[in-house]
């Protein structure tokens, strides 16, 4: 899929014209499968901000071109498998720079901007989170790949709560018999 992206980002911008062919592809990728999640933009670790702690990570990443996009926000979420629970959330806002947020385990961001992506349910695999194509008024472009892999809270299966109450109905089951014995 990602693959896809850029190939029709690319043939967009040679079907407007040579000088729209210039550009960077930012591939950033988030693994959130521990207490403390990392990211990786083309393989480089990324620079922090401050605020980042526990399962929050805040950095911003540069265009390769000047050019101001008036705070465009772009948001999606990551759910949890059979609950429609809220588990992570991206927020990407442009300026003259991208500035990234990403909350997890429950996300706390709040949703926001003129995009909000419909949800994708993790399944403990990067996934395509998001790609978002800045086009330059001077020509050109810069292609950001977002790709997030989180971890899985598995929901207990029906049978498991059966076969609990089945345990639990036969430990009453006993202390009731038990507790008739000593009378």
């Known amino acids: 899929m990602k693959r896809l992206v850029q190939v029709s980002a690319m043939v967009l911008a040679l079907a407007l014209g040579r000088g729209w062919a210039q550009g960077a592809t930012f591939n950033v990728v988030i693994d959130d499968l521990s207490e403390t999640p990392t990211a990786t933009v083309n393989g480089n670790p990324v620079s922090l901000l401050p605020d980042s702690a526990g399962e929050f990570l805040h950095f911003t990443l540069a265009f390769s071109q000047a050019e101001n996009f008036n705070g465009v926000t772009v948001s999606r979420d990551l759910i949890e498998p059979g609950t429609m629970a809220i588990s992570d959330r991206l927020l990407e806002t442009s300026t003259d720079h991208v500035d990234i947020k990403f909350s997890s385990d429950p996300a706390t961001l709040p949703p926001q901007g003129l995009s909000i992506q419909s949800p994708l349910v993790e399944d403990g695999t990067f996934q395509l989170f998001l790609a978002h194509t800045f086009f330059f008024s001077a020509g050109g472009f810069d292609l950001f790949n977002y790709t997030v892999r989180s971890d899985v809270i598995e929901a207990a299966e029906p049978a498991t709560w059966l076969l609990l109450a089945i345990g ?15 009378i």
């Open 168 to 182: 639990l109905l036969g430990v009453v089951g006993y202390a009731s018999r038990q507790r008739k014995r000593v």
